[in-house]
C-alpha cells in the first residue's frame, strides 16, 4: 500500500471524470469510503466516545458540509479522514486503500500528496510573504501549481509579496487555501475556516473555497457549526454525539455571495 504513488484524481483526467468527478460508467467516483467508524479517546479511566459507527461515502467533485454542534465528532471525523488520526474502530478507505491500515509513513505520504488542510488558524509563517508561504508546500510537492497561480485562485494574484502582518484575517486565510490547493490535492479538508472571522469577511473566503471546488474539482469537504454555510453545499451532513443523524442534498445550492449569518 504506497500512498505516494497513488495519482491525484485533480490530476488531468478525462472529460467524463473532470465533470463532478463521474467516471465514464455513470458512477460518481467514490474518494472517502467509512464503514462503522469508531473513535474512543481513554482519559484516565474516563472513555469519551468521539463517533459511534459512522457509514460515509464522499465523492470527487463534491462540496460538502459536516454540520454540527462543537463535541458532536465533526473534528475528529475530518481528521481520520484526513490521515491525522486513526480510528479505534471500523475501516476507512481512500481510492479503495483502506487509511485504517495505513503505518505511520503511508499515512505520511497521504497527507502529503493527496490532501490540503485549512484550519480556522491560518498557521502562516510571520517572516514569509505570501508567495513564500505557499513555495514552502510547493517545494515538496510532485505536481504543484505555481504559487503566483494558486493564490491568483484565491483573488490574491496583488498581495504576493506581502507578509501576513501587512494582511487582512480573511487575506491570511485565502494565503492558507492557496497554500493547501498549491500542491493539487484530490481532497481539501477545512476545519471551521470562517471561524475566526466576520461573515463579510467570512464569504469572501467561502467564495475561495467555492472557486477552488467549480474549478478544479476538488473534493471539498467544510465542518462548521454554522447552519448558515449548509446551504452552498452539495450535500449536508448533521453530527450530533458522534452520529449521522441527517443528510440532505441541496436541490438549488446558494452561492457564496448570497449566504449571511
Not at 14 to 26: I, N
Not at 53 to 63: K, Q, T
Request: aromatic content about 4%.
Amino acid at each position: 500500500m504506497n500512498f505516494g504513488h497513488i495519482h491525484s484524481i485533480s490530476e488531468p483526467r478525462s472529460d467524463s471524470v473532470a465533470q463532478g468527478g463521474t467516471p465514464a460508467s455513470g458512477q460518481p467516483l467514490s474518494i472517502f469510503s467509512a464503514r462503522g467508524l469508531t473513535k474512543v479517546y481513554r482519559m484516565g479511566e474516563v472513555e469519551v466516545h468521539a463517533l459511534r459507527g459512522i457509514d460515509l461515502d464522499l465523492y470527487a467533485g463534491e462540496l460538502v458540509v459536516l454540520l454540527g454542534p462543537s463535541g458532536s465528532g465533526k473534528s475528529t471525523l475530518l481528521n481520520i479522514l484526513g490521515g491525522l488520526d486513526t480510528p479505534s474502530a471500523g475501516e476507512v478507505f481512500y481510492l479503495e486503500r483502506e487509511l485504517s491500515a495505513a503505518s505511520e509513513d503511508e499515512l505520511t505520504l497521504f497527507r502529503r500528496h493527496h490532501v490540503g488542510f485549512v484550519f480556522q488558524f491560518y498557521n502562516l509563517i510571520p517572516s514569509l510573504t505570501a508567495r513564500e508561504n505557499v513555495a514552502a508546500v510547493t517545494e515538496i510537492s510532485r505536481a504543484p501549481m505555481r504559487p503566483e497561480e494558486a493564490l491568483a485562485l484565491v483573488g490574491l494574484g496583488e498581495r504576493l509579496d506581502h507578509f501576513p502582518a501587512q494582511l487582512s484575517g480573511g487575506e491570511q486565510q485565502r494565503v492558507a487555501i492557496a497554500r493547501a490547493i498549491a500542491k493539487n490535492p484530490a481532497v481539501l479538508l477545512c476545519d471551521e475556516p470562517t471561524g475566526a472571522l466576520d461573515s463579510a469577511t467570512g464569504v469572501i473566503v467561502l467564495e475561495a473555497l467555492e472557486k477552488v471546488n467549480r474549478e478544479l474539482g476538488t473534493l471539498t469537504v467544510l465542518i462548521t457549526h454554522n447552519a448558515g454555510i449548509a446551504a452552498m453545499a452539495d450535500r449536508v451532513i448533521r453530527l450530533s454525539d458522534g452520529r449521522i443523524v441527517e443528510e440532505q442534498r441541496n436541490v438549488k445550492k446558494l452561492p457564496a455571495q448570497a449566504l449571511s449569518w
